[in-house]
């Protein structure tokens, strides 16, 4: 489920450090900016999360700096779990593309599973990439603001024809793109295994 990095109680606590791969996506007549927010969570190890605001314009002010206030805007990934400790998920390097009122982003990295386990299209093995569904909503006092409903795991058989030759996928980062026959692209980033060692495509 996702969760906003300053809600109070267990979701928060969330402190954004840096930001990255950003992109700007139009919704009907807005515009927003969408970053890799990298976090931290207390004394936890460093954690992703998809920081993303409303842009606006006032011919009255100069240049204005984007997400300055990360903390309030960023949302993170956790696994559902009944039991035990819920897991961060890596949503690194997002990746989206606009159809509509629907926001389309790709978010995670793809390391290489071995070839015995992605035998089958029916196989259920999880690549480490997510698509996920956003939708632009209004709260009350705060505005306009993405929430991220839908998140749909990549099963690794999908790229089990290209199992002896990609050792990792991760998203392009910024925009993808809509063609004209409604086909949405999602560029990503891939590393190859060429004479004993990786290299990026």
Not at 23 to 34: E, H, M, Q
Not at 138 to 150: C, L, R, T
Not at 178 to 191: I, N
Request: one cysteine or more; aromatic letters at 4%.
């Amino acid at each position: 489920a996702w969760k906003d990095a300053n809600s109070e109680g267990e979701g928060g606590g969330v402190t954004v450090n840096s930001l990255g791969v950003p992109g700007l996506l139009k919704v009907g007549n807005d515009v927003f900016a969408v970053a890799e927010a990298k976090c931290t969570k207390g004394a936890d190890s460093t954690i992703n999360g998809i920081a993303s605001q409303l842009l606006t314009t006032e011919s009255d002010k100069g240049p204005e700096e984007i997400l300055k206030d990360a903390n309030t805007t960023t949302q993170y990934l956790e696994e559902d779990a009944s039991q035990g400790e819920k897991r961060k998920v890596d949503v690194s390097r997002p990746t989206a593309v606009v159809e509509g009122s629907n926001i389309y982003m790709l978010v995670g990295q793809y390391g290489r599973t071995p070839a015995d386990v992605c035998q089958s299209r029916t196989d259920t093995a999880e690549s480490g990439l997510f698509l996920v569904k956003g939708e632009v909503g209004v709260e009350k006092d705060k505005g306009k603001k993405i929430h991220w409903n839908d998140t749909h795991v990549i099963l690794c058989s999908l790229f089990k024809h290209d199992q002896g030759s990609w050792t990792g996928l991760v998203g392009g980062g910024g925009s993808g793109v809509k063609l004209k026959d409604d086909t949405l692209v999602l560029p990503v980033e891939g590393t190859m295994r060429k004479d004993n060692k990786d290299e990026k495509t």
